[in-house]
């Protein structure tokens, strides 16, 4: 069964960095898209962004570009978030998915396998 299993989460000053981990176990990513979403309190999951299983491209939501990267390593099994330049608007609890083949998508309804998230809170 997939697992994902999200750390790196923190407290920070705006101007911060951080970088998120997702540890995936029983999943070939090759075969699968593996995203970053995250969620305020109140609000719905936000795209943030992903790496898409076909081509190993990269895509960004647009409030993070130039800002936050997404990346993999093969040999751990592990997606990463690296953020930096934070705003107090980036606080939010942060979760990693996984979507089984099919075309990219930055809907979450399209994502079956989700961890249970990293809070991040940026403050002024």
């Known amino acids: 069964q997939v697992q994902l299993v999200e750390s790196g989460g923190g407290h920070v000053q705006a101007g911060g960095s951080l970088r998120l981990s997702c540890a995936a176990s029983s999943l070939d990513f090759s075969k699968y898209t593996l995203a970053w979403f995250r969620q305020a309190p109140g609000k719905q999951y936000e795209f943030v962004a992903g790496?898409?299983?076909?081509?190993?491209?990269?895509n960004y939501a647009d409030f993070v570009k130039g800002r936050f990267i997404i990346s993999n390593d093969n040999n751990k099994n592990t997606v990463y978030l690296e953020m930096s330049s934070l705003k107090p608007e980036d606080t939010a609890v942060y979760f990693c998915?996984?979507?089984?083949?099919?075309?990219?998508?930055?809907?979450?309804?399209?994502?079956?396998?989700w961890g249970q998230g990293t809070q991040v809170t940026v403050s002024s």
């Open positions: 790496i898409n299983w076909r081509d190993n491209t990269a």
């Open positions: 998915a996984a979507r089984f083949l099919g075309s990219f998508s930055m809907s979450s309804y399209d994502y079956r396998y």
